[in-house]
């Protein structure tokens, strides 16, 4: 009764019997057949064994221990160490006693035994249940590599959001202004964006946007977001009203519970200015070249996406000379080894000293040294999505 209850899904599972024997492998293809199963192979050693499993590809062995030239506990060894074969279920028919010898092929790798004389429904029940278990595993592990590469792909994505290297170039063409930046996801996909335009001859804007939770969902509100970025012209309106259209278009698209922090800012290098307006960002840092103190930005206000209000601009001092520094707060909430985090007020006393350094590759030396102190004492401990940006207006 039990080979009729075989579903139509296993009966083109892949079996492969080893055995010397050639009545115990007439006997078993005939049970295997008899159950529904029609694609069988068979091998009379080890060796032989090996090499048709790497060529059949089986979803279940079936083994017999007592073989010449290689014997079942050395098959089993080999193929374990063979990585795509680590999971295969590998059914012993044997006539062992001891139970030191059963444990020496589960060490060697056996998933389980069939005894010798072979019961007929004790095979069937066996073969079943290592058969489905086995379907069920390859289906995890075919839908596990589909959606890795799902998420690989909107990664490429995403990361077409980041400015380009031709784009950052163009803008120093353009403002003479130098960026450098660092974007790393705390999964496949993050909820960070960062972006830089340029707006006329004399302004550049420049953002970033941290959404709540991670992931898909997360990834999938920065697509949101650059749609929205892109839809609204930036040119001619002043940045506390063009977060407050952002905030309006986001509270009719988000879910409940999520949220955005947001700065965005437009540097004008003839009035030597920076006019901003903030959603709960962390605090940008101003710094100026051969200046003793640190300008901190205030990123109050309430997130996009929550409530129906409207943000402030505001305008800070941003001559030939100045660095302005952009992050998202996994910069600020990482411990190192000590359970110490990274204050903005660290942050800023760090970057002062190397900016005040001289050093003919100015921000590229403040970025990178920077980023090798973080990543040498946090990097290890990110949870979160860490996306740094650091402009330069070089005198």
């Known amino acids: ?16 019997v080893v055995d010397d024997q050639k009545f115990n492998i007439i006997l078993l293809t005939k049970l295997l057949k008899e159950m529904g199963f029609t694609s069988i192979v068979t091998a009379s050693n080890g060796v032989e064994a090996l090499e048709k499993t790497k060529a059949f590809r089986p979803d279940i062995i079936i083994l017999d221990l007592l073989m010449p030239e290689m014997d079942g506990f050395e098959y089993c060894r080999k193929l374990r160490q063979i990585p795509e074969f680590e999971n295969i279920p590998i059914l012993v028919q044997t006539i062992l006693g001891s139970s030191d010898e059963k444990a020496k092929a589960f060490e060697c790798g056996a998933s389980d035994f ?6 007929h429904e004790e095979f069937i029940a066996r073969i079943i ?6 379907r069920l595993y390859n289906d995890l592990k075919a839908s596990q590599e589909r959606i890795s590469h799902e998420l690989m792909a909107a990664r490429d994505m995403q990361m077409t959001l980041v400015p380009s290297r031709e784009l950052i170039a163009g803008i120093f063409a353009a403002h003479q202004m130098e960026i450098m930046s660092c974007f790393q996801p705390s999964f496949e996909l993050g909820g960070d964006i960062w972006g830089c335009r340029s707006l006329s001859k004399n302004e550049l804007a420049v953002y970033i946007a941290d959404f709540s939770g ?22 001619d309106i002043d940045p506390g009203t063009y977060l407050t259209l952002i905030n309006n278009d986001l509270r009719k698209m988000l879910n409940r519970g ?3 922090t947001m700065f965005y800012g437009i540097i004008n290098h003839q009035d030597e200015t920076i006019r901003y307006a903030t959603a709960s960002t962390p605090s940008p840092i101003i710094l100026e070249k051969n200046a003793p103190h640190v300008t901190m930005l205030n990123g109050n206000g309430f997130p996009l996406g929550v409530l129906d209000t409207v943000y402030e601009t505001k305008i800070a001092r941003f001559s030939r000379g100045s660095m302005l520094m952009i992050y998202s707060d996994a910069l600020i909430e990482t411990e190192d080894t000590n359970g110490q985090f990274f204050s903005e007020t660290a942050i800023a006393e760090t970057l002062k000293d190397l900016y005040l350094e001289p050093h003919e590759f100015q921000t590229q030396y403040v970025f990178s040294t920077f980023m090798k102190k973080f990543n040498d004492e946090y990097m290890s401990r990110v949870k979160d999505d860490l996306t740094i940006a650091v402009i330069n207006n070089p005198q």
């Open 1 to 16: 009764m039990a080979h009729k209850a075989l579903k139509d899904s296993l009966k083109s599972s892949r079996i492969l």
């Open 114 to 119: 069939i005894s010798k004389p072979i019961d």
């Open 129 to 134: 249940v290592h058969t489905e278990t086995q």
């Open 214 to 235: 991670h992931g898909v969902s997360a990834a999938l509100n920065t697509f949101r977001l650059q749609a929205l970025i892109e839809a609204h012209p930036q040119k």
């Open 258 to 260: 999520q949220f955005a």
